[in-house]
């Protein structure tokens, strides 16, 4: 059973760097499961923000990126918002199926 | 503009089956797959399958083998989620995706706006 980590909540000041990651319960998160990020505010549908472990999707802010780092992919918000405040989940691609980490609750304040 | 629109938000009694639409346009249909996510109340995403609007291949999560089924209308450009024996933890909402691939990889996007599965006697 695959297990896909995510810290369950994080929180930064307004103007701050934060970076989240998306581990794997067994071995290490290589550009091979294209790691992908989504971010999701309540009661509203996830929205791409990184594909491909460090490709932005159209629209999204150069103040996110995509990273591997170390063992895990990483997500990096400089410059920090208001309204980065949201849930943020990766997924990595297995192969044949994908699976979703549960998920970063992140705090700005 | 890309675009997924889902049916309507349906309630269920435990036993019953439910079948979701999700509508595309914008895009040439068959050129693309689709995947369908769901949420639980205060729960994370969970990757449920997708289907091939290509040629209607499908591999589904091993958890919900049996129990679903996607399917795609090309003459409409729909694809629908039928999810049968329901429980009530499966009171969820469920998303569709278009399934974007490319040679550095492959990714969710755009998401349909979720539809509310209740489940209750």
């Known amino acids: 059973q695959t297990v896909v980590t995510q810290e369950p909540s994080f929180s930064v000041s307004p103007g701050g760097t934060v970076t989240l990651t998306c581990g794997l319960s067994?071995?290490?998160?290589?550009?091979?499961?294209?790691p992908s990020w989504y971010q999701q505010t309540p009661g509203q549908a996830p929205r791409t923000l990184i594909y491909?472990?460090?490709t932005r999707s159209s629209g999204v802010p150069d103040r996110f990126s995509g990273s591997i780092l170390g063992n895990k992919a990483a997500l990096t918000i400089t410059g920090a918002q208001a309204d980065d405040e949201s849930d943020y989940y990766c997924?990595?691609?297995?192969?044949?199926?994908?699976?979703f980490g549960g998920g970063t609750k992140l705090t700005v304040l | 503009q890309v675009q997924l629109v889902q049916s309507g938000a349906e309630v269920k009694k435990p036993g019953a089956s439910v079948k979701v639409s999700c509508k595309a346009s914008?895009?040439?249909?068959?050129?693309?797959?689709i995947s369908w996510v769901r949420q639980a109340p205060g729960q994370g995403l969970e990757w449920m399958g997708w289907?091939?609007?290509?040629?209607?291949?499908?591999n589904y999560a091993q958890k919900l083998q049996g129990r679903v089924t996607m399917t795609t209308d090309t003459s409409t450009s729909t694809a629908y989620m039928e999810l049968r024996s329901l429980r009530s933890d499966d009171t969820a909402v469920y998303y569709c995706?278009?399934?974007?691939?490319?040679?550095?990889?492959?990714?969710?996007?755009?998401w349909g706006q979720g539809t509310l599965v209740t489940v209750s006697s």
């Open positions: 491909s472990t460090n």
């Open positions: 067994s071995g290490s998160v290589s550009t091979s499961y294209y």
């Open positions: 914008g895009y040439t249909f068959t050129s693309y797959g």
């Open positions: 997924v990595l691609y297995m192969g044949s199926y994908w699976v």
């Open positions: 289907i091939s609007a290509y040629n209607g291949n499908t």
């Open positions: 995706a278009r399934r974007r691939i490319a040679a550095a990889g492959t990714w969710f996007d755009p």
